[in-house]
């Protein structure tokens, strides 16, 4: 089947630890994104990808680093800078394409404490 | 920058009955796309309608309808013969046309309980 898998579910962590989030998909997507998930604040975008090797920071990517050095993966690494880390993490994918309301699938998540 | 806002934090809605969610936005664009997603315990993501600026014609999926009121910058979700099922957060969420900005800019959602 087809979609996007992101592992772990649950992932815990030390403060001051770097921790590296997973996301793969298998929709031949070009585009990727990363969403951070707060209670009372919706999902507020991380980094984007349009295409391998290049991407974009969103709105609250301090602390946060990614790569793409593959069309089907884009890891996102928590860094020891990101205040409060604790959050749930969405990872999406997409077309990438000029006017077309191309949906974002996104994964089941990973949960992420930090203590 | 765009903006969207969800004012109502929580809903709630008889089986069987029809329930309306709100959703303005703010933007400078003239043609832009509206999504909303529902988000069920099990947190996944999942599309339930989308809505292009440049059609007049309101998009309906099955139970599911929108208002779109481009001139007002409102977009609501109807949701008919609400079932249990139906129980979930759901963002109402805006996006660009333009290629390189594909971004999703979410409300802060409104959490929907069903009452059997």
């Known amino acids: 089947d087809g979609g996007i898998t992101q592992s772990p579910k649950y992932l815990f962590r030390k403060e001051g630890q770097n921790v590296t989030l997973s996301c793969e998909q298998n929709l031949n997507h070009d585009a990727m994104y990363w969403y951070r998930q707060d209670p009372g604040q919706g999902l507020r975008l991380i980094y984007y990808?349009?295409?391998?090797?290049?991407?974009q920071k969103g709105d609250i990517a301090e602390g946060y680093s990614v790569s793409r050095e593959k069309k089907e993966s884009f890891p996102l690494t928590v860094t020891s800078a990101q205040k409060n880390p604790t959050a749930f993490y969405l990872c999406a994918s997409s077309i990438a394409g000029f006017g077309q309301s191309y949906e974002q699938y996104f994964g089941p998540g990973t949960r992420l404490t930090v203590t | 920058a765009q903006t969207v806002t969800q004012s109502q934090p929580e809903m709630s809605v008889q089986e069987a009955e029809t329930v309306t969610l709100s959703c303005t936005y703010d933007t400078s664009e003239s043609d832009y796309y509206l999504f909303w997603y529902k988000q069920p315990p099990s947190r996944q993501m999942i599309l339930v309608i989308r809505q292009e600026a440049y059609k007049q014609q309101n998009a309906t999926e099955n139970r599911f309808s929108v208002n779109f009121q481009k001139a007002a910058k409102s977009f609501s979700l109807k949701i008919s013969d609400s079932q249990l099922g139906d129980a979930a957060m759901y963002f109402c969420a805006y996006r660009s046309p333009n290629f390189g900005n594909e971004k999703l800019t979410f409300g802060t959602g409104t959490r929907l309980t069903i009452i059997p």
């Open positions: 990808s349009q295409i391998v090797n290049d991407f």
